[in-house]
């Protein structure tokens, strides 16, 4: 079983930054792929980033790309999102989520192969 609690989120400008953060725990955290997605009101829960396990590879939606990054700390369970030139579209409640059958970077855009979900933390970016 893994829990995964995200924090960071806030309100912020446009042009601002924000950083998120995940934790994770149980001891096999650092042999899974990580994603984070984000949902806002009345729309469907849409792909953001995903690291690898070692972190050596990533993958953004093109929407995010250049703006965002993913990063993890395996040796403290978290993964985190640096969200730069933030723009009203990005105002959403964030979730980080993991899960064992992500082996393939084909599989990271889609949330049915993420087993396990924080709670969300809002992002709320003003104009």
């Known amino acids: 079983q893994v829990q995964l609690v995200e924090s960071g989120g806030g309100l912020v400008q446009a042009g601002g930054s924000l950083r998120l953060s995940c934790a994770a725990s149980?001891?096999?955290?650092?042999?899974?792929?990580m994603g984070w997605f984000r949902q806002a009101p009345g729309k469907e829960r849409q792909f953001v980033a995903a690291?690898?396990?070692?972190?050596?590879?990533?993958d953004y939606a093109d929407s995010v790309k250049g703006r965002f990054t993913i990063s993890r700390d395996n040796a403290k369970n978290m993964v985190y999102l640096q969200m730069n030139n933030l723009k009203p579209e990005d105002t959403a409640d964030y979730y980080c989520?993991?899960?064992?059958?992500?082996?393939?970077?084909?599989?990271?855009?889609?949330?049915?192969?993420?087993?396990?979900w924080g709670q969300g933390t809002q992002v709320a970016v003003s104009s």
């Open positions: 149980g001891r096999i955290f650092s042999t899974y792929t």
């Open positions: 690291i690898s396990s070692s972190g050596g590879t990533t």
């Open positions: 989520a993991t899960g064992r059958n992500l082996q393939s970077v084909w599989y990271w855009t889609l949330p049915d192969r993420y087993e396990y």
